[in-house]
């Protein structure tokens, strides 16, 4: 029986509907197939953007150590710690060299001299050698010596006397000449410097006036901090040389060793009353009065850095020099109350930006294996 045409229309509609849907789910499958193979493709890339908490992390790289390291000479008495400028010390004090950092860290330390009986202190460096000028004073008498400037080449480890009776040299930076004070009369005088830095032509006197002291020169050359117990000037001093004009920077004779800086804007000088060190800028146009700069430290704050300091009466900051522009190397002391005389004096650092103190001393008698206390004066090779 043939089907009705209406049955055929039926038919081809069915037809048309399945054909349909077939071809549907071949599409969604399709579709599907791809979306899987697509968010397969996508799972690593959110798995290295979200780690999960048992992923491994990646290794660190070392912070490299940027430390500053410096060469310093200091004086010392490692040997029995009785001192490194007392007459009676017939030990003396020797000169040692060593590699230090900014914080207080030692390296390493060698001794450069070993004179029985000569104490060597307030060493200065020559700016382009290895040559270091210093004071020469025989202690082993019992009595006060006059002293002579020796100088020591840590290159060929030799050494000897450039001036008699002269003290506290200051290299001139251009290395042309020494400045110094003679002595008994404590005048103030540049010797010409030979090119090996090893000998000097006879020297003449850098400004009139006796009773001045301990000279340093200025990175620039164009000055000199002093002090002096002159009526005129009394205190610490600044010597233009361009000038030849001299400008009292304290008060009264209440300074000791002065000090300046690389960059000449800052001179600094320890404080014979009222303890301390005292500062003032060296700017041309801003030379004034020294002002404290860094108070003597507490019994218990210095303690706290370096026990031998617990049974001191009081402690002072001494000899001042410049570590770099942001730092001074100093000589803290032991005192008793009943006498004027130091027990012992160690090194420390000074941070001028917060005036903080950094223990150096113990950590340069520990390096060198030492049994004294006492490290006096030091200058570091700029």
Same mark, same amino acid.
């Given at each position: 029986?043939?089907?009705?045409?209406?049955?055929?229309?039926?038919?081809?509609?069915?037809?048309?509907?399945?054909?349909?849907?077939?071809?549907?789910?071949?599409?969604?499958?399709?579709?599907?197939?791809?979306?899987?193979?697509?968010?397969?493709?996508?799972?690593?890339?959110?798995?290295?953007?979200?780690?999960?908490?048992?992923?491994?992390?990646?290794?660190?790289?070392?912070?490299?150590?940027?430390?500053?390291?410096?060469?310093?000479?200091?004086?010392?008495?490692?040997?029995?710690?009785?001192?490194?400028?007392?007459?009676?010390?017939?030990?003396?004090?020797?000169?040692?060299?060593?590699?230090?950092?900014?914080?207080?860290?030692?390296?390493?330390? &060698?001794?450069?001299?070993?004179?029985?009986?000569?104490?060597?202190?307030?060493?200065?460096?020559?700016? &382009?050698? $290895?040559?270091?000028?210093?004071?020469?004073?025989?202690?082993?008498? #019992?009595?006060?010596?006059?002293?002579?400037?020796?100088?020591?080449?840590?290159?060929?480890?030799?050494?000897? &006397?450039?001036?008699?009776?002269?003290?506290?040299?200051?290299?001139?930076?251009?290395?042309?000449?020494?400045?110094?004070?003679?002595?008994?009369?404590?005048?103030?005088?540049?010797?010409?410097?030979?090119?090996?830095?090893?000998?000097?032509?006879?020297?003449?006197?850098?400004?009139?006036?006796?009773?001045?002291?301990?000279?340093?020169?200025? #990175?620039?050359?164009?000055?000199?901090?002093?002090?002096?117990?002159?009526?005129?000037?009394?205190?610490?001093?600044?010597? $233009?040389?361009?000038?030849?004009?001299?400008?009292?920077?304290?008060?009264?004779?209440?300074?000791?060793?002065?000090?300046? $800086?690389?960059?000449? &804007?800052?001179?600094?000088?320890?404080?014979?009353?009222?303890?301390?060190?005292? #500062?003032?800028?060296?700017?041309?146009?801003?030379?004034?009065?020294?002002?404290?700069?860094?108070?003597?430290?507490?019994?218990?704050?210095?303690?706290?850095?370096?026990?031998?300091?617990?049974?001191?009466?009081?402690?002072?900051?001494?000899?001042? $020099?410049?570590?770099?522009?942001?730092?001074?190397?100093?000589?803290?002391?032991?005192?008793?109350?009943?006498?004027?005389?130091?027990?012992?004096?160690?090194?420390?650092?000074?941070?001028?930006?917060?005036?903080?103190?950094?223990?150096?001393?113990?950590?340069?008698?520990?390096?060198?294996? #030492?049994?004294?206390?006492?490290?006096?004066?030091?200058?570091?090779?700029?």
């Amino acid at each position: 029986m043939n089907p009705l045409p209406s049955q055929k229309h039926s038919f081809t509609i069915l037809g048309i509907v399945v054909g349909a849907s077939a071809l549907f789910a071949i599409i969604m499958m399709i579709i599907f197939s791809v979306r899987e193979e697509n968010h397969a493709q996508r799972k690593p890339r959110i798995s290295e953007k979200r780690p999960t908490e048992h992923a491994e992390a990646s290794p660190q790289t070392p912070v490299p150590d940027t430390t500053e390291t410096v060469t310093i000479v200091f004086s010392a008495d490692f040997a029995n710690g009785e001192g490194c400028s007392s007459a009676k010390d017939a030990a003396g004090c020797d000169l040692y060299l060593a590699t230090i950092t900014t914080t207080g860290s030692v390296q390493n330390v &060698t001794k450069l001299t070993d004179t029985l009986g000569i104490a060597e202190s307030f060493p200065a460096w020559h700016p &382009t050698k $290895n040559i270091i000028y210093f004071n020469s004073q025989n202690t082993s008498t #019992g009595q006060y010596e006059q002293p002579s400037i020796s100088y020591w080449n840590t290159e060929t480890n030799e050494g000897g &006397t450039l001036i008699k009776y002269g003290a506290h040299p200051s290299v001139m930076p251009d290395r042309s000449a020494i400045i110094y004070n003679d002595v008994p009369k404590h005048i103030l005088k540049t010797a010409p410097l030979a090119a090996d830095g090893e000998s000097v032509s006879t020297a003449t006197a850098l400004v009139d006036g006796e009773n001045r002291f301990e000279p340093t020169v200025s #990175g620039d050359g164009n000055l000199v901090v002093f002090h002096e117990t002159s009526a005129e000037n009394a205190g610490a001093s600044i010597y $233009n040389i361009a000038t030849n004009t001299v400008t009292n920077i304290s008060p009264s004779d209440g300074t000791g060793h002065c000090t300046i $800086n690389a960059a000449t &804007t800052l001179a600094v000088c320890d404080q014979k009353s009222g303890g301390g060190l005292a #500062g003032t800028s060296t700017l041309s146009s801003t030379i004034g009065m020294t002002s404290l700069l860094v108070p003597d430290p507490t019994i218990p704050a210095i303690s706290a850095l370096d026990d031998d300091y617990t049974s001191c009466g009081f402690a002072s900051v001494n000899f001042p $020099n410049f570590l770099d522009d942001d730092t001074l190397i100093v000589s803290i002391s032991c005192n008793s109350r009943d006498t004027s005389e130091p027990t012992f004096a160690k090194l420390f650092l000074v941070e001028l930006s917060d005036i903080s103190f950094i223990p150096l001393g113990k950590n340069l008698t520990k390096a060198y294996n #030492g049994t004294g206390r006492s490290s006096r004066t030091a200058a570091a090779q700029q």
